[in-house]
């Protein structure tokens, strides 16, 4: 069985996840692929890993400091992850 990664596209594009049938991977969706399509779309930024893509926790979660705003349930807006810087592509 093949190794399978979580992530999380920067654009949309096609790959072939078992080698044969060809699937259309549309921009801003998580998808879980095998490890070498995953691969490929790292390697030009059209995909990145899902979990660099995830809200750190908060600080001080867990530890009985109050972080979250009155009434806070944490769901305030998710900060914002670093992307991969894409390379410029001719039209």
């Keep these: 069985m093949k190794a399978m990664i979580k992530v999380r596209m920067n654009r949309t594009a096609k790959g072939a996840p078992d080698s044969v049938t ?6 801003g969706r998580e998808y879980t692929i095998p490890e070498d399509l995953a691969e490929c779309f790292f390697s030009d930024g ?11 926790p908060s600080p001080g979660h867990g530890s009985g400091a109050h972080s979250e705003p009155p009434g806070g349930d ?5 900060p914002v992850a670093p992307t991969r810087k894409r390379r410029g592509r001719a039209a």
């Design 46 to 56: 059209t995909a990145d890993p899902a979990e660099a893509h995830e809200p750190a």
């Design 22 to 27: 060809v699937v259309e991977y549309v921009e």
């Design 74 to 78: 944490g769901s305030g807006p998710a």
